[in-house]
């Protein structure tokens, strides 16, 4: 009897490498109490009710450098994007003011770039004589709007890039900083300056961005846009614009079918930017509505902006809350963009030698 139950154990491990579900797959949307009941990578969340409790859900991205490899250009992968990284719920508290503003995400930058997201969207302000990463009210960071000292999260992506030598992060600044060379000085007291990409390399007129083996080779592997268009000049900061397109943001965005451009962007399919940025979340973040947003209405918007985008999949997909979904959520989305812009398959485990599931060059 134990000599059946281990030859039907091991029966069905063989079933399942044969079946060759890939691993994020195994007990996704099994129900759960708790997260040690879900696989690494998971957690065990409750998400829309139709699902009816807790469920194990993905928490973590396929690194696409790790599982192929890191030999094509930084622009011909993607990359899970955090909308206003910072703006987390019980930030330290700075100061005796209670903050009284919405949050889109739900933990720290260091446990996102755990997770795998790779480019983060920060909001930087004059505030309190520092820059600091806030919400705006009137058109400037209050006590009340104020998250923490930029430094505080720049440091943060420092140590990460420090304990993790083969990954890039990108940084996207809505930079309202007037300071005279403000953002210049906070980069460079927070020590990321020497794995900054230099911005005379970044390609203008649509070409290709260097291998992501040789920027990690470089060590250049911190990419930094900001918004304000004269700081290129100043500053040394990419305007962003000069490099990527971008989707409109917040509800507008968000109809389906729909992909327009947002109003700084030059349209969508202008093939001389070489990368692509698609926004996802609403004006005002709703914890309970990003399930379904990061779900399966993120991927059909993905696929009607690679449409609107002159045939050109996402390189940076922006959620708010990004672990919510109702299964694979933002990181299926992300698999499915490598895929796409790997071997032309609908999942980056499709891509790996020796698979089955999807017949390179079938587009
Ligand atoms: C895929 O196969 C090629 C050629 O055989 C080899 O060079 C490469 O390392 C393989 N890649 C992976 C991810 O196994
Ligand atoms: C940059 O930081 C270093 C060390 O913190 C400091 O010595 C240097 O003066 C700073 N440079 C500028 C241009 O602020
Ligand atoms: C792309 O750049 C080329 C060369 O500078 C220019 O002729 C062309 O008009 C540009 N295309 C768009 C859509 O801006
Ligand atoms: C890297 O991965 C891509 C996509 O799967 C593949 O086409 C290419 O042959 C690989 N290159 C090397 C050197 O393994």
């Known amino acids: 009897m134990g000599l059946s139950l281990v030859t039907f154990a091991v029966f069905l491990c063989i079933i399942t490498a044969a079946i060759g579900l890939p691993y994020e797959q195994q007990k996704l949307l099994e129900k759960c109490s708790s ?54 719920k019980k930030s330290p508290v700075q100061d005796a003011v209670p903050q009284v503003t919405f949050t889109n995400q739900e933990d720290t930058i260091s446990q996102q770039l755990n997770n795998g997201v790779r480019a983060l969207m920060l909001d930087t302000y004059d505030f309190k004589g520092d820059i600091w990463l806030c919400h705006s009210f009137q058109g400037k960071c209050q006590d009340f709007t104020a998250f923490e000292p930029a430094i505080n999260a720049l440091k943060e992506v420092g140590n990460f890039l420090s304990a993790n030598p083969s990954e890039i992060v990108t940084l996207i600044l809505e930079d309202y900083v007037e300071a005279p060379n403000g953002l210049t000085n906070v980069f460079n007291a927070s020590g990321l300056m020497k794995y900054l990409f230099p911005v005379k390399n970044m390609p203008k007129d649509g070409k290709d961005w260097p291998l992501v083996k040789e920027m990690v080779a470089k060590n250049q592997r911190l990419i930094v846009f900001g918004s304000q268009r004269r700081k ?31 109003a700084d962007s030059s349209e969508l399919n202008d093939r001389n930017k070489s990368l692509v940025l698609i ?35 996402a390189n940076f997909v922006a959620v708010d809350y990004y672990k919510r979904s109702d299964g694979g959520g933002s990181f299926q989305a992300v698999d499915m963009l490598n895929g796409k812009l790997s071997c032309g398959c609908d999942d980056v485990h499709a891509c790996v030698n020796g698979s089955s599931s999807c017949t390179r060059g079938d587009k």
């Open 35 to 88: 997260a040690r009941e879900c696989l690494a990578g998971q957690i065990c969340s409750s998400c829309r009710v139709e699902l009816k409790g807790s469920r194990c859900v993905r928490s973590s991205t396929t690194n696409p450098f790790n599982l192929l490899n890191a030999s094509l250009p930084f622009n011909k992968y993607a990359y899970l994007t955090t909308h206003n990284s910072f703006a987390i």
């Open 232 to 262: 290129e000049q100043s500053e040394g900061i990419a305007y962003q614009w000069n490099y990527m397109v971008e989707n409109q943001y917040g509800r507008d965005g968000m109809v389906r079918g729909e992909c327009s451009r947002r």
């Open 279 to 313: 926004n996802h979340f609403r004006t005002i973040p709703i914890h309970q509505a990003s399930c379904k947003d990061n779900s399966q209405d993120l991927i059909n918007m993905l696929t009607t902006c690679y449409h609107a985008s002159g045939n050109r999949w």
